[in-house]
């Protein structure tokens, strides 16, 4: 049984590891400004599937959608935005993009499109909610894009958004102990994706080296570690930086980890080496 415990224990830690939180890449859609006072807010939404309701106001669902567009970056918008008049300019709505994006729109097909997506690119391709919505496109690099209003009564448009720049980093931790942790232990950040070069790592938004190397490690890790670690590159394609999302890095000095935090890290190693007892247990029978 104590061997058992044990190898389980150190599944258990693996585990832990494993599922301790990196750095996701950036979402596309931000900073979404609405004009429109009297409707429902509109929602910034990721991964589109079908099903999913496109309105904020009522429940008109996605009943079809070519299958290029599932798991896009989307912006759920209200159905009575399309009774929205005020706009002076017609703009009623921002959001910016935080890379090269195309961005589509389904327009209800029984109103004509509103002047300002006329010159958008017709796809061919067809959402289909409560009637046909025929799709638009238009190609954008980072910065501010602005929706306008309808001029007649329909079903209100959807957004959605899809990445055309390189594929950001997701910052993954191999871990030797934890990033929350005493000072001595090993860690590694590696950067996973597309990306050109050159890389430089930053902690707490100050350069500390790394330059054309797209792994980070500290080893062995002192008090002054602590912070958030991000990496940039060089997007070649777009001409600018490119930041990852931070992973944050907790040093503490050795005998001095909070008693709640070794309470809380004792707790999950307990959690993790029953759980990997219990499936090497059944493994046995």
Do not use: H
């Amino acid at each position: 049984m104590k061997k058992i415990v044990r190898v389980g224990f150190v599944m258990g830690a693996v585990i832990a590891v494993t599922l301790m939180p990196g750095a996701a890449w950036g979402q596309l859609i931000e900073n979404l400004v609405m004009f429109d006072m009297d409707a429902d807010p509109w929602v910034i939404s990721s991964n589109i599937q079908l099903g999913d309701e496109r309105y904020t106001d009522r429940g008109s669902l996605i009943d079809v959608l070519p299958e290029s567009y599932l798991g896009l970056d989307w912006i759920q918008t209200s159905n009575d935005s399309a009774d929205w008049r005020d706009g002076n300019p017609d703009v009623i709505a921002t959001f910016d993009v935080t890379g090269d994006v195309t961005v589509y729109i389904a327009f209800d097909v029984r109103v004509d499109v509103p002047p300002c997506f006329t010159d958008w690119e017709e796809t061919g391709d067809i959402l289909v909610g409560d009637v046909d919505y025929p799709i638009r496109s238009m190609d954008f690099s980072a910065g501010t894009i602005e929706m306008c209003r309808y001029e007649e009564d329909a079903g209100f448009y959807t957004i959605m958004v899809e990445s055309t720049g390189p594929a950001g980093p997701n910052l993954s931790l191999n871990v030797e102990g934890a990033t929350f942790a005493e000072e001595g232990g090993d860690i590694t950040m590696t950067a996973n994706g597309t990306m050109s070069s050159p890389f430089q790592w930053k902690l707490n938004g100050v350069n500390i080296g790394g330059e054309t190397n797209a792994t980070f490690s500290l080893s062995p890790t002192v008090i002054g570690d602590s912070g958030d670690y991000t990496l940039d590159f060089d997007d070649g394609a777009a001409k600018a930086t490119v930041t990852s999302n931070p992973v944050s890095v907790s040093i503490f000095a050795a005998g001095s980890l909070p008693v709640s935090s070794l309470l809380g890290l004792g707790l999950l190693a307990l959690t993790s080496a029953v759980a990997g007892s219990t499936v090497l247990a059944r493994m046995k029978k």
